[in-house]
């Protein structure tokens, strides 16, 4: 059974950055894609980027692209998101999912688990 746990979400200002985290326990992930969903008050969850677990290929929208950064070490099973520059409409909860294929989507159904989320709130 997999299991995804996300951390290092808060409250930060306008500006700053934050490192989310999503720890993964269960099979071997690499033949697993990976994906970051947030989901703001009132909003449908939106992806927001995704990695391929067995060659690291990220995957952006055109919003996050040159914001957010994903990746993901082997090693602790774990994988990251690094938000710079962040913006009041970022605020929402940020979920991790897994899918058991190796390509990344974008919609939520594809995805087999998630995670519960963390908080980030972006204060003006």
């Known amino acids: 059974q997999v299991q995804l746990v996300e951390s290092g979400g808060g409250l930060v200002q306008a500006g700053d950055s934050l490192r989310l985290s999503c720890a993964a326990s269960g099979p071997t992930f690499s033949g697993y894609s990976m994906g970051w969903f947030r989901q703001a008050p009132g909003k449908e969850r939106e992806f927001v980027a995704g990695i391929t677990w067995s060659d690291g290929n990220p995957y952006y929208t055109d919003s996050t692209k040159g914001r957010f950064t994903v990746s993901r070490d082997n090693a602790k099973n774990t994988m990251y998101l690094e938000l710079n520059s962040l913006k009041p409409e970022d605020t929402a909860v940020y979920h991790c999912?897994?899918?058991?294929?190796?390509?990344?989507?974008?919609?939520?159904?594809?995805?087999?688990?998630w995670g519960q989320g963390t908080q980030v709130t972006v204060s003006s």
């Open positions: 999912a897994a899918d058991s294929s190796r390509l990344v989507a974008i919609t939520t159904i594809q995805y087999d688990y």
